[in-house]
């Protein structure tokens, strides 16, 4: 019999809480889907908020504050700290898509479903379009984007799997995201693939063993890291083999880096975090932005273009608020989308070329390492999604009179420690490759210039143009 169920410990204990509670966590679950329908379907029927309106007397700037002020930085605050504890026990999507798919049809995952570049790819077309219709402002997008959302995994749920998350597994507009950041949280369900063995054995001597239904479809007897487990704890215990334990934060992306990175991971963390995801934060604040819209407007009316300075853009393809003095021409959805596009291009093709040339100083080129060795840049990387999440969260604070002095020197520290782990992430990345500290040393060099071209999406945004 192994000790992980004879001597849990504290953090095992709270696993197999977790294991013998389901049905309070469902529960929870349903408490959240409640609070969430309430959030997206109330606001969008209500009218939008006055100069007068507060976030303690009007539902929709609260809705907005709890949504991007709130949810939504903490929840990826929450990946680094607990692993994907949100997506097994808390969100809505997945609870749902569960429930879908238990009442649903039952049919065969499709092999187009299975593509990996899906992660990628939702991600950006979301983040793009959120941008396209300004998500964060208005609460008809909010039902647009995250209510389509939540329809499209109740409607995957009918139609695949059985009592399974397919929409999670594949779908998700955040799983790429979510999988990344888990990587660095301090602890996750452990196989133990000795204990697990001798289960088999026990097995054919007569003790029955109950099969486990892991709804993001984890193969459970070789499940390794955290990245792809939602911790919903319903597998602790299972053949005495499964524990919650404790870990080095730099174990998943160290150790097992060179077997999880792919060329996806790649992309959604150069193109995608470090791109396109600046590119939708930077454009409300660019200096550069306002020069080039202005440089196209003047050519199109000199030219007798005047058609794409039209406002007559329907509000769910770009904003259409009249009432609030926010109307996108053709011109404006243009440019924001060329701006996110033409952001993540620059930023994601110079981060590729110094990783590239970090992985050269390690020896001949491999895409293997230099995948791994591209990971170490996942805490600068969530780390700048957080600030630039947090940016409406001081908005709205910001219009409450609430004193925000402390804002830059918090921003200071966040993007310091996600610099110093990215690199020390790095460092123990390169010692997988080579022990001469000379070599390493040249690695280091490339890779601490990809985190000054990190940092300097941030002074722009922060404190370059905010300067001006």
Not at 135 to 144: G, I, R
Not at 156 to 173: A, M, Q, S
Not at 269 to 286: N, P, V
Not at 306 to 322: E, G
Request: some cysteine; proline content about 4%.
């Amino acid at each position: 019999m192994s000790t992980v169920m004879t001597r849990p410990g504290r953090l095992a204990a709270a696993g197999q809480w977790m294991q013998r509670h389901g049905s309070a966590i469902r529960g929870i679950q349903w408490v959240v889907v409640t609070v969430y329908a309430l959030l997206i379907l109330v606001p969008a029927v209500m009218p939008l908020p006055d100069d007068s309106a507060h976030l303690w007397n009007n539902l929709t700037l609260a809705a907005q504050f709890v949504f991007w002020g709130i949810w939504w930085p903490f929840v990826l605050l929450s990946m680094v700290m607990l692993g994907r504890v949100w997506c097994g026990v808390l969100c809505p999507e997945g609870a749902l898509a569960e429930f879908a798919s238990k009442h649903g049809r039952g049919k065969a995952i499709p092999h187009w479903m299975r593509w990996g570049g899906w992660p990628f790819v939702a991600f950006g077309i979301t983040t793009i379009y959120g941008q396209m219709v300004s998500v964060y402002q208005y609460p008809k997008a909010v039902l647009l984007v995250l209510g389509g959302s939540t329809l499209a995994a109740i409607v995957i749920g009918l139609l695949y799997g059985r009592e399974k998350r397919v929409w999670c597994k594949y779908l998700c507009p955040v799983n790429g995201v979510f999988s990344l950041l888990a990587r660095l949280a301090p602890f996750h369900y452990k196989v133990d693939e000795d204990a697990w063995r001798r289960s088999y054995k026990n097995g054919e001597h007569g003790h029955r063993v109950i099969p486990i239904n892991c709804a993001p479809l984890v193969p459970l007897r070789n499940m390794k890291g955290a990245s792809d487990c939602h911790m919903c704890g319903r597998c602790s215990g299972h053949r005495d083999a499964i524990a919650l334990t404790w870990r080095a934060p730099s174990s998943e992306v160290v150790q097992l880096g060179d077997k999880q990175a792919n060329v996806w991971d790649t992309a959604l963390i150069l193109y995608g975090l470090l791109g396109i995801a600046i590119g939708a934060f930077h454009w409300t604040a660019s200096r550069w932005f306002v020069d080039l819209k202005m440089f196209f407007a003047t050519w199109l009316v000199e030219h007798d273009i005047t058609w794409p300075l039209d406002t007559n853009a329907p509000w769910f393809l770009f904003t259409h608020y009249p009432e609030q003095n926010d109307v996108f021409s053709w011109l404006d959805g243009t440019m924001v989308i060329g701006y996110i596009l033409a952001t993540a291009l620059v930023y994601g093709t110079a981060l590729l070329v110094l990783m590239t040339g970090a992985t050269r100083m390690l020896g001949r080129f491999s895409a293997v390492r230099l995948h791994h060795l591209t990971q170490g840049l996942i805490p600068i990387a969530g780390a700048g999604v957080f600030l630039g999440l947090s940016a409406t969260t001081l908005s709205l604070l910001r219009a409450e009179h609430v004193p925000l002095w402390w804002a830059s020197d918090l921003r200071i520290a966040i993007l310091a420690i996600a610099n110093l782990w990215s690199a020390w992430l790095a460092w123990l990345v390169t010692r997988r490759y080579s022990e001469r500290f000379v070599q390493r040393g040249l690695t280091m060099l490339w890779f601490a210039a990809a985190l000054a071209v990190v940092d300097s999406a941030w002074w722009l945004m922060f404190w370059g143009w905010a300067s001006k």
